[in-house]
């Protein structure tokens, strides 16, 4: 198991047609085609195994195209209170909320917003019950398979000691008292391999305890729109489960959602020299793409040449760590320049902060097949000091 993952690969698409001086930067800029190309996708993998598509909101949020997507998917799943908020109030259909610890003052409201919660421990679900059954909201228990495919140690939820889900060896009669469905996230970025790997493991230890309940729900992770994914193994799948035991299955998509569907435009600000070429960028890792640090991870830039002049990118903060990658060109950098890094809609979108006083990026969206091009939502001042004290 690796620590720091591959270079994300990511597709230009339409973008290299993209002029980069539309916009300012920093600047993510989405296009709503190859958002509905991914969807689609989704809704013919609903329509042909039977399953519930909901979207999550963790990965993808920018409920400007929360039309678009209630279009084609049955609803979202959310990861507390203000998502499944957003959900219910932008998105419409399902809301499936999971947490891995609900406070006291917000599971109201929590049950008035959601269709089904999701409890990570028999302890949660036993607390809160009763209250969710007077709601009339169906529960979930998220159990922890206890088989690992997770590729790196940190994203892995079945990693050794977990706060992720109950281990399927902890399941009891009690703990599944009151459960209408179980719960199992535990991909990152993954194809349907590994999901069948994990269903085989666990399977068998669920056989018992599966004609009680009402459905499964896998999670996210699942590279669905990507163009390796084993579609048709994944329908086929979905299918075998719910004639067999005769439950619903729900698919939690994330990035699948806008994968390739975004980019980051930024600006060089200036080119130093210390051992080797530098380049101030107005893209920091730190607070608009904090994955390359977390995770971490090299981000792809668009039209990266095989050789000639590396620099290594970094953002305007004062964080010493606040470094992007080592990215060749074909022709020296000068100031001003633009430039745009792949796949950008996802996670980077939603973990976006303002450390440091930077400044947010400004969220565009872009039509590829007419050009039409529409600013989102542009931030200021009083967006980095309204959350201080």
């Known amino acids: 198991m690796s620590d720091m993952m591959q270079t994300q690969a990511g597709d230009a698409g339409a973008f290299r047609t993209f002029d980069l001086s539309r916009v300012p930067t920093p600047c993510f800029v989405v296009d709503e085609v190859a958002i509905e190309r991914n969807l689609k996708i989704l809704r013919d993998i609903?329509?042909?195994?039977?399953?519930?598509?909901?979207?999550?909101?963790?990965?993808?949020?920018?409920?400007?195209?929360?039309?678009?997507v209630r279009q084609y998917l049955g609803g979202t799943c959310a990861s507390g209170i203000y998502e499944?908020?957003?959900?219910?109030?932008?998105y419409g259909g399902e809301v499936a909320t999971f947490c891995a610890g609900y406070k006291e003052q917000d599971i109201d409201e929590i049950l008035s917003l959601s269709d089904h919660i999701i409890f990570n421990s028999p302890a949660q679900k036993d607390r809160f019950l009763t209250r969710a059954q007077a709601a009339g909201v169906q529960v979930g228990l998220r159990i922890n398979p206890e088989h690992s495919e997770g590729e790196i140690a940190k994203y892995d939820p079945c990693a050794p000691c977990s706060r992720l889900g109950t281990p399927v060896s902890q399941l009891t009669p009690e703990a599944l008292t009151g459960v209408d469905?179980?719960?199992?996230?535990?991909?990152?970025?993954?194809?349907?391999?590994?999901?069948?790997?994990t269903w085989a493991a666990v399977e068998a230890k669920l056989a018992p305890n599966l004609p009680g309940l009402k459905w499964l729900n896998f999670g996210g992770g699942h590279h669905i729109t990507r163009a390796d994914y084993d579609?048709?193994?994944?329908?086929?799948?979905?299918?075998?489960?719910?004639?067999?035991?005769?439950?619903?299955?729900?698919?939690?998509?994330?990035?699948?959602?806008?994968?390739?569907?975004?980019?980051?435009?930024?600006?060089?600000?200036d080119l130093p020299s210390n051992g080797m070429d530098l380049a101030i960028t107005d893209i920091s890792a730190t607070c608009h793409m904090p994955d390359v640090i977390e995770a971490p991870y090299r981000p792809a830039l668009?039209?990266?040449?095989?050789?000639g002049h590396t620099y290594r990118l970094g953002?305007?903060?004062?964080?010493?760590?606040?470094?992007?990658?080592?990215?060749?060109?074909?022709?020296?950098?000068?100031?001003?320049?633009?430039?745009a890094f792949l796949d950008q809609a996802h996670y980077s979108m939603v973990k976006t902060n303002t450390f440091n006083g930077v400044p947010l990026p400004t969220i565009a969206l872009w039509n590829s097949d007419t050009d039409a091009l529409r600013i989102i939502r542009q931030f200021d001042y009083s967006d980095f000091k309204d959350r201080l004290s």
Do not use: N
């Open 315 to 339: 953002g305007p903060s004062c964080l010493a760590g606040d470094v992007i990658g080592d990215y060749t060109w074909d022709q020296p950098l000068t100031i001003g320049q633009r430039f």
């Open 302 to 307: 668009m039209d990266e040449a095989e050789s």
């Open 181 to 197: 469905g179980l719960h199992m996230h535990t991909l990152c970025e993954q194809g349907f391999e590994p999901l069948q790997r």
């Open 231 to 269: 579609r048709d193994a994944l329908v086929r799948f979905i299918q075998g489960i719910r004639e067999k035991h005769g439950l619903d299955v729900y698919l939690e998509p994330g990035e699948a959602v806008a994968l390739d569907a975004g980019i980051l435009v930024g600006e060089i600000l």
């Open 84 to 90: 499944a908020r957003l959900g219910r109030e932008e």
């Open 46 to 68: 609903s329509d042909r195994s039977g399953a519930h598509v909901l979207s999550a909101l963790k990965a993808f949020s920018m409920f400007a195209l929360a039309p678009l």
